[in-house]
């Protein structure tokens, strides 16, 4: 059985990114998955695709939310994950 990743799309110097990312270590506490963070302005295509949508959650490569992060849809989330395995 494979990890689940989450991935989330940032810059420097954003607000909601920095809440975002610390509702998701919140939730690290809980859930078992890796976080990985990528900063949109290391290439052209992800400032290009993200750049007014960031923060940017991906749950295993599908988006699951952007802008204001829940935390409680994210954990709805990884909890119908769980249940599907």
Known sequence: ?????ITL?????CPLCDKAKT????LQ???NFSLEEIDIETSDDLTE??????????????????GFV????ISNR???KSDSK
């Open 1 to 5: 059985m494979t990890q689940t990743t």
């Open 49 to 66: 695709r993200y750049g007014l949508m960031i923060p940017v959650v991906h749950l295993d490569g599908e988006e699951v939310g952007f």
């Open 9 to 13: 799309y940032t810059r420097n110097r």
């Open 70 to 73: 829940d935390k409680f849809d």
């Open 23 to 26: 509702a998701l270590e919140e």
């Open 78 to 80: 990884l909890q119908e």
């Open 29 to 31: 506490q809980e859930w």
